[in-house]
């Protein structure tokens, strides 16, 4: 733990230690810290450091950068002065690492950087190690040290540090390394150049380091590079500095590269939101309704085929590139899933919920979706789209990039427009430079064409469904979480969402041709009416929908009457005579032939005891149904009913039933089914809420009191002077001592455990501090801190 740090954080007021939280709420997740010290030891874990440098712009990481190249803890003055520009062009962005508690100020005024910085930066400026790590280096003796000495003139004597202060002295001198280069071997200079400014590590051919009179073999021998594999050679930190010269200055980029803007009608912008939306809408419903129908087969290697795409796609009337993006989202929303019983991709239980939301809700569960997948769907490898659903080895880094990408096009005032792809690459580089640059360049036209189709980019620029979107970043999820992201109920979005579908059409145009158009994006409401009592033809500026008596006996099959297909037609326009007549006429002749399904078929000689078979009260599960004086049907499948009537003393036979014609029943899949008139089956409970963020000014309020009642001191302590396992053993009487050894380490070394109270209140503890005789201890099932008297506590269970 870094004293340093924890010195810093006693020194903040309640608003920058707020900041600090708000910007790592990792280090306020449950169960929340309630020390400086541990708040301290959270902040400067290694991973964490390395989620914040990702998510940081260029500025800060060339701050990092040169802290770590001068050394020790430099001042705001000297980092300057490294950099080549004023101290007040550094503060502000200091203040970003102060922000995120990657670097903090001392009472000197220096900085300290976050140990785990150097351990994720090893060539910061594409600079290597210092020169001391190589010849510390196990590989090199003391008289190795000698021996680079002798062939630099220098004193031999003293020990190895001393050698090693002699060999940095002159080694990373401006002047005395450039009277010594003067010395060497035709193009040595080109050789060290080449480490200076492209290294530090280089491959090299390993004979040439063993040859007299080679650069390599002279710069080796006087410690200017140093060879840490046959065919690898790296040069110390102050080596490069000193090639570099006096006048080299550390990069810094305060202000993000020029981003040339076009002009954009921002009602031609909303507009194409209000098209894209429902649309979006529309087909996503369209495709999971044919993988409804269709399972959709995997490829061995995983991933759905491109025939399957394409057939999807002419199915559906979707465009090949909705396809792939509507089918990818949908497997992240959950909306669809691998059945193996099925064969293939098929909608789930989610699905028959989404399609019972609202229109802006079922909108916000893709947007959420595609803001967390892994996928970049319309991203061409080599001319070509990748399978869809296929495996992604750079899957989180494209989730970051397509963040990074709206985000960037988020700071583009409305009604601006980015005038070039490449441009605005390189503006995204700049807010996230760890990203891989040459990804970053591929996935880039793919993601802007991805968010066209979803509404929230058009004509180069956010609309306002995309600016909603863009703002959250920080709670967009992880695709492989089962929870609702907190994105799907943001308020903002809830309204953005609302308006972009207020525009489509609820109403039609019935011809008396049989045709129903809708001149605009209909709604996803007038659409399923529409799907489901005819045939569409045509879409785009507008759709076009054909009745004909297929199609409205398949609406009848669906459940629907005459009448109710009438009427909910004519809510949505004037319905001309003919098609009246063909509703009805197909209404009358519908029903004229009926099939049941049956599970098995009884049959007997005697039609008593059929009647009486079908009487029988015991018997009433089974559904039994007579079909004729010796036959009766049975809902059950053949071993259930014959258990059943043998329970009621009866003795059937099973019977081969080659050459007769049953219709059995498919078995139940489980899922809803929603029937035209709205009537449902139960739902299952709905998803579980993402956890809401923590409050890090709550938090801040927290630490504060805390530390000001000295409660931050070292943990293990009651009354700073009675240890752990002796308050333990004396108060917690009902524990034996194994249980009590192991309650000991909750509190000492923060282990989970399962407490049972006296009177049976279980709870899952860790975390754990003494005070005043009770256990006071982070409990998962109540989420927040409770204290447990421990005379109370009669069972220990480790988890």
Same mark, same amino acid.
């Given at each position: 733990?870094?004293?340093?740090?924890?010195?810093?954080?006693?020194?903040?007021?309640?608003?920058?230690?707020?900041?600090?939280?708000?910007?790592?709420?990792?280090?306020?997740?449950?169960?929340?810290?309630?020390?400086?010290?541990?708040?301290?030891?959270?902040?400067?874990?290694?991973?964490?450091?390395?989620?914040?440098?990702?998510?940081?712009?260029?500025?800060?990481?060339?701050?990092?950068?040169?802290?770590?190249?001068?050394?020790?803890?430099?001042?705001?003055?000297?980092?300057?002065?490294?950099?080549?520009?004023?101290?007040?062009?550094?503060?502000?962005?200091?203040?970003?690492?102060?922000?995120?508690?990657?670097?903090?100020?001392?009472?000197?005024?220096?900085?300290?950087?976050?140990?785990?910085?150097?351990?994720?930066?090893?060539?910061?400026?594409?600079?290597?190690?210092?020169?001391?790590?190589?010849?510390?280096?196990?590989?090199?003796?003391?008289?190795?040290?000698?021996?680079?000495?002798?062939?630099?003139?220098?004193?031999?004597?003293?020990?190895?540090?001393?050698?090693?202060?002699?060999?940095?002295?002159?080694?990373?001198?401006?002047?005395? =390394?450039?009277?010594?280069?003067?010395?060497?071997?035709?193009?040595?200079?080109?050789?060290?150049?080449?480490?200076?400014?492209?290294? /530090?590590?280089?491959?090299?051919?390993?004979?040439?380091?063993?040859?007299?009179?080679?650069?390599?073999?002279?710069?080796?021998?006087?410690?200017?590079?140093?060879?840490?594999?046959?065919?690898?050679?790296?040069?110390?930190?102050?080596?490069?500095?000193?090639?570099?010269? $006096?006048?080299?200055?550390?990069?810094?980029?305060?202000?993000? /590269?020029?981003?040339?803007?076009?002009?954009?009608?921002?009602?031609?912008?909303?507009?194409?939101?209000?098209?894209?939306?429902?649309?979006?809408?529309?087909?996503?419903?369209?495709?999971?309704?044919?993988?409804?129908?269709? &399972?959709?087969?995997?490829?061995?290697?995983?991933?759905?085929?491109?025939?399957?795409?394409?057939?999807? !796609?002419?199915?559906?009337?979707?465009?090949? @590139?909705?396809?792939?993006?509507?089918?990818?989202?949908?497997?992240?929303?959950?909306?669809? *899933?691998?059945?193996?019983?099925?064969?293939?991709?098929?909608?789930? @239980?989610?699905?028959?919920?989404?399609?019972? @939301?609202?229109?802006?809700?079922?909108?916000?569960?893709?947007?959420?979706?595609?803001?967390?997948?892994?996928?970049?769907?319309?991203?061409?490898?080599?001319?070509?789209?990748?399978?869809?659903?296929?495996?992604?080895?750079?899957?989180?880094?494209?989730?970051?990039?397509?963040?990074?990408?709206?985000?960037?096009?988020?700071?583009?005032?409305?009604?601006?427009?980015?005038?070039?792809?490449?441009?605005?690459?390189?503006?995204?580089?700049?807010?996230?430079?760890?990203?891989?640059?040459?990804?970053?360049?591929?996935?880039?036209?793919?993601?802007?064409?991805?968010?066209?189709?979803?509404? =929230?980019?058009?004509?180069?620029?956010?609309?306002?469904?995309?600016?909603?979107?863009?703002?959250?970043?920080?709670?967009?999820?992880?695709?492989?979480?089962?929870?609702?992201?907190?994105?799907?109920?943001?308020?903002?979005?809830?309204?953005?969402?609302?308006?972009?579908?207020?525009?489509?059409?609820?109403?039609?145009?019935?011809?008396?041709?049989?045709?129903?158009?809708?001149?605009?994006?209909?709604?996803?409401?007038? *659409?399923?009416?529409?799907?489901?009592?005819?045939?569409?033809?045509?879409?785009?500026?507008?759709?076009?929908?054909?009745?004909?008596?297929?199609?409205?006996?398949?609406?009848?099959?669906?459940?629907?009457?005459?009448?109710?297909?009438?009427?909910?037609?004519?809510?949505?326009?004037?319905?001309?005579?003919?098609?009246?007549?063909?509703?009805?006429?197909?209404?009358?002749?519908?029903?004229?032939?009926?099939?049941?399904?049956?599970?098995?078929?009884?049959?007997?000689?005697? /039609?008593?005891?059929?009647?009486?078979?079908?009487?029988?009260?015991?018997?009433?599960?089974?559904?039994?149904?007579?079909?004729?004086?010796?036959?009766?049907?049975?809902?059950?499948?053949?071993?259930?009913?014959?258990?059943?009537?043998?329970?009621?003393?009866?003795?059937?036979?099973?019977?081969?039933?080659?050459?007769?014609?049953?219709?059995?029943?498919?078995?139940?899949?489980?899922?809803?089914?929603?029937?035209?008139?709205?009537?449902?089956?139960?739902?299952? /409970? &709905?998803?579980?809420?993402?956890?809401? &963020?923590?409050?890090?000014?709550?938090?801040?309020?927290?630490?504060?009191?805390? *530390?000001?009642?000295?409660?931050?001191?070292?943990?293990?302590?009651?009354?700073?002077?009675?240890?752990?396992?002796?308050?333990?053993?004396?108060?917690?009487?009902?524990? $034996?001592?194994?249980?009590?050894?192991?309650?000991?380490?909750?509190?000492?070394?923060?282990?989970?455990?399962?407490?049972?109270?006296?009177?049976?209140?279980?709870?899952?503890?860790?975390?754990?501090?003494?005070?005043?005789?009770?256990?006071?201890?982070?409990?998962?099932?109540?989420?927040?801190?409770?204290?447990?008297?421990?005379?109370?506590? !009669?069972?220990?269970?480790?988890?």
């Amino acid at each position: 733990m870094d004293d340093h740090l924890i010195g810093w954080l006693t020194t903040l007021d309640e608003d920058r230690l707020a900041r600090v939280l708000a910007n790592r709420p990792d280090a306020i997740a449950a169960p929340w810290p309630r020390r400086l010290d541990a708040l301290a030891q959270r902040l400067g874990n290694s991973f964490a450091i390395m989620e914040v440098m990702r998510g940081l712009p260029l500025p800060p990481l060339e701050l990092l950068q040169a802290c770590l190249v001068i050394g020790g803890r430099p001042t705001e003055d000297e980092l300057a002065r490294f950099l080549g520009v004023s101290t007040s062009e550094v503060i502000p962005w200091l203040d970003r690492l102060y922000d995120h508690a990657v670097a903090w100020p001392g009472p000197d005024g220096r900085i300290t950087l976050a140990g785990a910085v150097a351990r994720w930066w090893t060539a910061p400026c594409g600079l290597g190690e210092p020169l001391g790590a190589y010849l510390d280096s196990w590989m090199l003796n003391t008289e190795g040290l000698r021996r680079i000495c002798r062939t630099l003139d220098l004193p031999v004597q003293g020990g190895k540090r001393q050698i090693t202060a002699k060999l940095t002295a002159l080694l990373g001198d401006t002047e005395r =390394l450039g009277a010594l280069i003067r010395e060497a071997p035709e193009g040595t200079m080109e050789m060290l150049d080449g480490f200076a400014w492209d290294g /530090p590590v280089r491959s090299v051919d390993g004979n040439r380091f063993i040859t007299p009179g080679t650069p390599e073999k002279w710069a080796l021998d006087r410690g200017l590079i140093f060879r840490t594999q046959w065919d690898v050679a790296e040069m110390p930190r102050e080596v490069a500095l000193a090639l570099r010269g $006096p006048d080299y200055h550390g990069a810094f980029t305060p202000y993000p /590269p020029d981003l040339a803007m076009t002009e954009v009608d921002p009602g031609a912008v909303e507009h194409a939101m209000s098209l894209a939306a429902p649309h979006v809408l529309d087909r996503a419903a369209a495709l999971l309704e044919n993988a409804d129908k269709t &399972p959709l087969p995997l490829l061995k290697n995983g991933g759905v085929g491109v025939r399957e795409v394409k057939r999807v !796609a002419k199915e559906t009337g979707c465009s090949e @590139e909705e396809t792939r993006l509507l089918l990818e989202v949908s497997t992240v929303a959950r909306l669809i *899933a691998l059945d193996d019983d099925a064969g293939g991709l098929v909608p789930t @239980e989610r699905f028959d919920a989404w399609r019972l @939301e609202d229109a802006p809700a079922r909108l916000r569960v893709l947007l959420s979706a595609w803001w967390r997948m892994e996928r970049a769907s319309l991203r061409r490898v080599q001319g070509r789209y990748p399978a869809v659903l296929g495996d992604d080895p750079a899957g989180e880094t494209i989730a970051r990039i397509r963040r990074a990408v709206i985000g960037a096009l988020a700071e583009i005032p409305e009604g601006k427009g980015f005038a070039t792809l490449q441009e605005l690459v390189q503006s995204v580089h700049w807010r996230a430079p760890l990203l891989d640059r040459q990804l970053l360049a591929d996935c880039t036209p793919g993601i802007l064409e991805e968010a066209r189709l979803l509404g =929230l980019c058009a004509h180069d620029t956010l609309t306002e469904l995309g600016r909603a979107l863009s703002a959250l970043a920080s709670v967009a999820g992880d695709e492989s979480d089962d929870t609702v992201p907190e994105v799907e109920h943001d308020p903002v979005l809830v309204k953005c969402s609302t308006r972009a579908l207020a525009s489509a059409q609820r109403t039609a145009l019935f011809g008396g041709d049989l045709t129903a158009v809708v001149t605009g994006p209909p709604s996803v409401e007038l *659409a399923s009416l529409l799907d489901r009592a005819a045939d569409r033809e045509s879409q785009g500026a507008a759709s076009v929908w054909r009745f004909s008596a297929a199609s409205v006996r398949r609406a009848l099959d669906g459940g629907e009457t005459a009448d109710s297909l009438l009427a909910a037609l004519a809510e949505v326009g004037t319905l001309p005579q003919p098609l009246t007549y063909l509703i009805r006429d197909a209404a009358r002749r519908h029903g004229e032939v009926t099939v049941s399904a049956v599970g098995c078929i009884i049959q007997g000689s005697d /039609p008593a005891l059929l009647a009486e078979i079908a009487a029988h009260r015991r018997l009433a599960k089974l559904g039994l149904r007579l079909l004729a004086p010796t036959v009766l049907a049975s809902a059950a499948q053949a071993t259930p009913t014959l258990a059943a009537l043998r329970e009621a003393g009866y003795a059937p036979v099973p019977v081969d039933d080659t050459g007769e014609i049953t219709i059995r029943r498919e078995p139940s899949s489980g899922r809803l089914i929603l029937l035209p008139g709205g009537r449902v089956a139960e739902l299952d /409970p &709905p998803a579980t809420l993402v956890e809401p &963020p923590p409050d890090p000014r709550e938090h801040a309020k927290r630490l504060l009191v805390s *530390a000001g009642s000295g409660r931050s001191g070292e943990k293990g302590q009651t009354t700073q002077t009675v240890q752990t396992w002796a308050v333990i053993g004396r108060m917690a009487t009902r524990l $034996p001592t194994a249980q009590q050894s192991l309650l000991g380490f909750v509190v000492d070394r923060d282990v989970r455990a399962l407490i049972t109270l006296s009177d049976g209140v279980t709870a899952t503890v860790s975390h754990g501090e003494l005070r005043s005789g009770v256990l006071d201890a982070w409990c998962e099932e109540a989420g927040d801190y409770l204290e447990f008297p421990l005379n109370e506590i !009669a069972s220990v269970t480790s988890m």
